[in-house]
């Protein structure tokens, strides 16, 4: 596709659902990148994948957070057992290497009730 | 203390009105450094990627960076209520460091 792509744009949790937000990148794009954007903050870093290596998690909040990117392509960000401090917008960013211009998809709102 | 800081704003100019956004950083280590646009209720759109210090321009955006002073700013010219959004600074070793982002708003 000619961008980042993210599904769902919208969820809705009942606190203790576990959910799985979806990121396609653009094609041939080796780095992926997921970010916590809490309303009226920046981006927040949460992990990085270099093709199907997951290089960094540091920023995962809890052992409730789990990525995996199988094959190097799809990404999907795994929340368990959602609390209400886990509302938030996810944005998935790519790139060609890691120090290169990152493209961000247009992010899933995650909203727990 | 976070690695990028960022006035919030909000930010209101009149038309036309030259808009002055800026960073400042802590981490000597980065090297990139960029300028986001975020529309309401959409992701982050890249609008300026330097390397270095010193000044780099895009028809009306003009980004600079003082490494020494740890500082970068973005200027936008000829401001157009279409620049209304969020314009977030972001910082790059292999991830991306965000500021909170300020809000700026230019009316018609």
């Known amino acids: 596709g000619a961008g980042v792509s993210q599904s769902p744009r919208y969820k809705v949790a009942k606190r203790g659902q576990d959910v799985a937000l979806r990121c396609d990148p653009i094609s041939g794009h080796v780095s992926l990148f997921w970010y916590q954007q809490a309303l009226g903050q920046g981006p927040e870093f949460l992990t990085y994948?270099?093709?199907?290596?997951?290089?960094?998690k540091s920023g995962l909040p809890s052992d409730r957070f789990f990525a995996e990117r199988p094959e190097g392509s799809v990404s999907t960000l795994k929340i368990q057992r959602t609390q209400q401090e886990d509302s938030a917008v996810y944005l998935c960013a790519s790139s060609l290497y890691a120090a290169a211009e990152a493209f961000f998809g247009q992010g899933t709102r995650l909203t727990v009730v | 203390q976070k690695e990028v800081e960022q006035d919030p704003g909000p930010l209101s100019v009149p038309e036309g009105a030259i808009v002055s956004l800026n960073c400042t950083y802590s981490?000597?280590?980065?090297?990139?450094f960029m300028w986001y646009r975020q529309y309401s209720r959409k992701g982050p759109e890249l609008l300026m990627y330097?390397?270095?210090?010193g000044n780099k321009e895009d028809g009306r955006f003009t980004a600079q960076v003082d490494k020494s002073s740890k500082y970068i700013s973005l200027f936008i010219r000829d401001s157009q209520p279409s620049d209304s959004a969020t314009y977030l600074c972001?910082?790059?070793?292999?991830?991306?460091?965000f500021g909170a982002g300020t809000t700026v708003t230019v009316r018609a």
């Open positions: 972001a910082m790059n070793d292999y991830k991306l460091s």
């Open positions: 981490n000597s280590a980065f090297q990139y």
């Open positions: 994948f270099q093709n199907e290596a997951q290089l960094d």
């Open positions: 330097t390397y270095s210090s």
